[in-house]
């Protein structure tokens, strides 16, 4: 395992129309770290993202993941090395079934036989999926928070060092949300995680970087930044809701009196 597994150097990225969305982003994510990466609408998580894995490559700056520069000659080993699961697993999930769909991966990698199946296997048990229940179901039924753990199946059973997440908890319901933070916390990978649920950031990352038009503004301790009210608010961010006193009927219910 490589002691920093991505290294990103002075990264600046500009749309077609000219609109910058990312600029001189310098980080280094090391082994087995958890981080958070999160920011306002606009503010260039998601392009950043899809730099990791070379879905959008350095217009300027360098991207090193494990020994690898991020170029084109490079690329295929560079998505074996990262793995990206998308916020909407429907982009993710295209095959008949769920067995085909988190094969889809390691096959295209040459993977075959007893082998492929193990992986498929492993992995599926890994994100607590079945595979004699579940491998046989078409995706297309199932529900959000098996749909997604279908997508991180299929991801890690690439073998990936890094996983990269992107909105993971959207859309899921409190159950679902719960048990997906019980797996992403069990994973023992390198884990960058893209999210406007800060709960989940400050739950699973010791380590928070915050992006504010196109830039990073904060890189250190989740704790630290996550319970600044005034600087959450600057950038278009609100305290966790842990760390706001809960609202209790009982506090605004008027008195009762209580008679024989």
């Not at 606009?42 to 730099?51: E, M, N, V």
């Not at 080993?77 to 793995?83: K, P, Y």
């Not at 890994?126 to 753990?149: C, H, I």
């Not at 890094?162 to 916390?185: C, K, M, N, T, Y």
Request: proline fraction near 6%.
């Amino acid at each position: 395992m490589h002691h920093n597994p991505i290294d990103i150097q002075n990264l600046s990225y500009a749309y077609p129309d000219g609109t910058e969305a990312l600029r001189d982003i310098s980080v280094s994510i090391r082994a087995t770290e958890r981080v958070a990466l999160v920011g306002a609408n606009g503010s260039g998580k998601s392009t950043l993202l899809l730099h990791f894995n070379g879905l959008i490559t350095p217009q300027q700056g360098e991207i090193v993941v494990g020994d690898l520069r991020m170029e084109t000659l490079n690329l295929k080993a560079i998505r074996n090395f990262v793995g990206l699961v998308f916020q909407n697993p429907d982009d993710q999930l295209f095959m008949p079934t769920v067995w085909e769909d988190v094969t889809f991966g390691p096959m295209n990698q040459g993977v075959k036989g007893q082998n492929l199946a193990h992986r498929a296997a492993h992995a599926m048990t890994a994100v607590g999926l079945d595979p004699n229940f579940y491998g046989p179901r078409n995706a297309n039924n199932l529900s959000g928070g098996e749909k997604k753990r279908v997508a991180i199946a299929g991801v890690l059973a690439m073998q990936p060092q890094v996983l990269v997440l992107d909105e993971p908890s959207a859309q899921l319901d409190p159950r679902s949300r719960r048990q997906l933070i019980h797996l992403l916390d069990s994973l023992p990978l390198t884990q960058l995680i893209a999210t406007h649920d800060l709960d989940l950031a400050l739950e699973l990352c010791s380590r928070t970087i915050v992006l504010s038009q196109g830039q990073i503004v904060y890189d250190g301790q989740t704790e630290r930044i996550l319970s600044d009210s005034n600087w959450l608010e600057q950038h278009a961010l609100e305290l966790p809701l842990s760390y706001s006193r809960p609202y209790c009927l009982l506090d605004h219910a008027p008195a009762v009196r209580i008679t024989a």
